[in-house]
């Protein structure tokens, strides 16, 4: 019986749907590795822990409210270090979910672009580092040609300001 137990120990890593990759390209344009130092912001919870940040143990059943699993808040402004990158589809999405070691027994699953758009990790995503939608830099530039053509700007100035919304 417990061969039998130990086997199926053994044998759960290799039936999971998770893909392993050695690099990820994150949504903040940081290509993270293996080995890679991931600098952290604050966590997002309300108790300034990291809620995008969950220790992978398993938590046991307590009566009362259960217990957090979040990196603590001690390692705001800190680092962790990637371990493992994985891959899975959740509800037809896929997820990229970074195993890191904060220093300690346990290690961490950092669900990293939910994290990212959090600030959680640094450089994070603000609506100021967001790509403008396609549609925003369209409407942009026809006001810049309505501007042009009322003679309120001169074609330098547009040509500028047309170069620096198409990231040019």
Do not use: W
């Not at 293996?34 to 990291?50: E, H, M, Y």
């Not at 307590?62 to 390692?75: E, Q, R």
């Not at 800190?78 to 346990?106: E, Q, T």
Request: glycine share 8%.
């Amino acid at each position: 019986m417990r061969k039998l137990f130990f086997i199926c120990i053994l044998l759960i890593p290799t039936l999971s749907k998770a893909q392993t990759y050695t690099s990820y390209k994150a949504t903040n344009g940081v290509t993270y590795h293996l080995n890679d130092t991931v600098r952290l912001g604050k966590g997002s919870a309300s108790d300034g822990t990291f809620l995008y940040i969950q220790d992978r143990g398993i938590p046991t059943p307590l009566p009362g409210p259960t217990p957090t699993h979040n990196l603590p808040k001690a390692f705001t402004n800190g680092g962790v270090i990637v371990k493992n990158i994985k891959k899975s589809k959740r509800n037809g999405i896929d997820k990229y979910v970074l195993v890191v070691d904060a220093g300690g027994i346990f290690r961490f699953s950092l669900y990293i672009d939910d994290a990212i758009l959090a600030c959680e990790v640094l450089p994070c995503q603000t609506t100021a580092t967001k790509t403008p939608s396609p549609t925003y830099v369209a409407d942009e530039i026809k006001k810049l040609k309505d501007l042009l053509d009322a003679g309120t700007i001169t074609q330098a100035e547009f040509d500028a300001q047309k170069k620096k919304l198409l990231g040019e």
